[in-house]
C-alpha cells in the first residue's frame, strides 16, 4: 500500500524501541526480546479544524504494556519524549518539513506553531496502554470563504494512505454544519474518522463546513420586536419631515405608536391563537381515538370479527406517531415524511424537508438502507427512496 513520505516519517518515529528507551540491560518482556523494534499498537490522528482556518494536531502513539518491565520501560520513555531529550523520538519537525510545498500550493502562508508534548497511561478493564501524544497549530489548514471553510490541504497528497491500525479523525469548527466530506465515513466521536488500512486518492480527504444559520429558529415575537424597530425608524424620519413643516409631529407620533402597540398584540395573539388550534386539534384526534374503541367493542359484540383488528390496528398508528417532530428520531422523521408523500421521495427532497445537510441525509439514508428500513434506488444521478414494499420498481415510471 502506498504511504506518502511524512506519514511513514511519523509512525517509524512514533515506533521507538521501548527498550531501547530505557537503555539498560535490565530484564525484558518476552514481547520486546523478540521484537525490539516493533511498531506502536496503533497511531492515531485527530485535526480539529477551527473557524478561522487552522487545525490543531494531535498524534498520538499507543504502547501495550503487557508486563511490568514493558510499563517500566514505558515511564522512562515518556519522561524523554516529554522533556525532548531524544533525537530518535517524533518531532515536529516532521510536519514543519512539509509546510511550504502545501503552502505553495494552495497559495496561502502557513507555519507550525504552539507545538507540546505529554504521555498518559490508560486503564482500561485488564489492558493498559501507554500513549504518547504530540500537539501542535497548523496555520491556514484550511481556506475561509465568507459563512464557509474549506479543508483543502491535504492536496498535495503528502499524507498518504493509512495503515493497519491507523486512523485520521477530522472535526468541523465549533458552531458549523457539514456541507461536504469526501471520502464518505462515519461519524465517530464527533468527527469524521477513517480506519486503516485505507488508500486516500488524490485531494483526499476534502471538507467544507458552513456556519450554522442563526436566523432558523427565531421565534415570532423576536420578528415582531424587528419589525418594530424598523417602524419607529420610519417614524424618526418623518418625524423630522413633521418638525420642520407646519405640523405638529407630537400627536402624529402618538398615533404611530398606538398603532405599532396594536400590531404587537395582533401578532402575538395570533401566535397564541395557532398554539391552541393546534392543542385543540390534538384534543380532537385523542377524543376521536377514544371513541373509536367503544365502536370496535360494538362491532365486536355484534359479530364482526374483522372491525376490531381494524380499530386497533388505527389506534396502534395513532399512538405511534406522535404530533410533535421534536420527539422522532432522525429515522422515524425520515420514515414519516415518506408516508406523508405516498411511501417514496427523491434524496433531495429529504434535504430540502429535513433542512439537514447532504452528507448527514447519505449517511443517515445508507444505515437505514442496511437496516432495512428504506429501499433506495439509483435513477441517473438521483437517489429515489422508498418504504420497505411501495413498490420503487413499479414507480420509476411515474417519477
Known sequence: MRQAALLVAVVCLLAVPVAGAVGAPAPQSAALQEDAASTPDGVDITVQIQSDGAARWTVSSKYSLEDDNATAAFEQLRSRFEAGSADTEFSVDVFRA????????????????????????????NNTTGVLSLRFTWTNFSRVEEDRVVVDSFSTQWFGDLGPNQTLTLRSPEGYGTENVLPETSIVDNGYRWSGPHTFNADRPFAVFTENDSVVGVSMVVLVAVGVLALFAG???????????????????????????????EALSAESESEAEESAADADAAAGS????????????????????AASGASDDA????????????????????????????????????RWSTAKVSQLLSSMAEEGRVEKLRIGRENLISLPGEGVDNGIDEE
Open 98 to 125: 512539509v509546510v511550504p510545498s502545501v503552502s505553495d500550493h494552495v497559495g496561502r502562508q502557513m507555519e507550525i506553531r504552539n507545538a507540546s508534548r505529554s504521555s498518559r497511561v490508560v486503564e482500561a478493564g
Open 290 to 309: 377514544a371513541a373509536a374503541e367503544p365502536a370496535a367493542d360494538a362491532d365486536a359484540a355484534a359479530g364482526s370479527a374483522a372491525a376490531e383488528p
Open 235 to 265: 417614524a424618526a424620519t418623518v418625524w423630522a419631515y413633521y418638525r420642520d413643516g407646519d405640523e405638529p409631529a407630537v400627536p402624529w407620533l402618538r398615533d404611530v405608536g398606538q398603532a405599532v402597540a396594536s400590531r404587537v398584540r
Open 319 to 354: 399512538d405511534s406517531e406522535p404530533t410533535d417532530p421534536e420527539l422522532l428520531s432522525d429515522e422515524e422523521r425520515v420514515e414519516r415524511l415518506l408516508r406523508e408523500h405516498g411511501g417514496r421521495m427523491k434524496q433531495s427532497e429529504i434535504v430540502e424537508e429535513t
